[in-house]
């Protein structure tokens, strides 16, 4: 294989080093002439360097070497561009959040992982919860909510007990972080095509921000959230170690 490859890398020592080591030994284009995108760093590395990908569509292949590596595989400095041509493929499409701030001003972003609301004080925040058009949940008092792909279900959404997608599944985990009122309430499984709606009440009070992945819109009174099926973004993974594989082995792990 002689693909042309373009690294990138986070800010970690470690990250920096590798770049430096692996594009002395294969070189590194620019992302623009590249066949592939190798990230190397944590999934936050990977994260920012599928983001990039929204025009092109390139795939990227992702070496861990940073804390968290979830959608990273082992770093390897031999046998790239073999493992590289063996990956095998997974697509995602992100969802897309539009966000109306206190300002009457609107915000769009794309999210990989997941679409999350928090609260920006200590008041607990209230939504209102909207889904295809329907009201769901007339009041929910939270420390937040999440909005989460199958690719991103073993992130945010795991931590704060949402359920594992696996990829494919044609869902989104709705997830609540810290539900006081109703207190019960654990979230939803939703279509991958859900339009979900977020009303933020008394959002002068209750000040909500919003992110996508890590791109954050403060002060929120409405947000909307749905899957962008224009946009196809393509991961790559040792054969083996496909997402699919590591999400159903994250549903066995203690």
């Not at 007339?138 to 937040?144: K, N, Q, R, T």
Request: neutral net charge.
């Amino acid at each position: 294989m002689t693909a042309r490859i373009a690294f990138s890398a986070s800010q970690r020592p470690e990250a920096q080093t590798a770049l430096q080591r692996l594009s002395r030994q294969y070189g590194n284009v620019s992302e623009g002439d590249a066949d592939v995108i190798v990230a190397l760093g944590g999934d936050g590395a990977m994260l920012d360097a599928m983001r990039r990908r929204f025009d092109d569509q390139k795939p990227v292949y992702g070496m861990n070497q940073g804390t968290v590596g979830f959608l990273m595989n082992e770093y390897e400095e031999d046998g790239l561009l073999e493992r590289i041509d063996r990956a095998e493929r997974a697509s995602v499409n992100p969802l897309r959040m539009t966000v109306i701030d206190m300002d009457a001003k609107k915000h769009q972003r794309l999210a990989i992982n997941e679409v999350s609301l928090l609260r920006q004080t200590s008041q607990t925040a209230k939504v209102r919860i909207i889904v295809d058009g329907k009201e769901r949940m007339s009041e929910l008092a939270c420390d937040g909510l999440m909005v989460a792909t199958p690719a991103g279900s073993t992130a945010y959404n795991l931590s704060a007990h949402g359920p594992i997608l696996p990829i494919g599944a044609n869902l989104l985990a709705l997830t609540p972080v810290s539900a006081f009122r109703p207190r019960r309430w654990r979230g939803a499984l939703l279509r991958h095509d859900a339009q979900v709606e977020i009303e933020v009440l008394v959002p002068d009070r209750r000040p909500v921000s919003a992110s996508a992945d890590n791109q954050e819109v403060r002060n929120v009174t409405h947000l909307s959230i749905h899957e962008d099926r224009t946009q196809r973004l393509t991961m790559l993974f040792d054969t083996g170690h496909a997402l699919d594989e590591r999400i159903l082995r994250e549903q066995f792990a203690f």
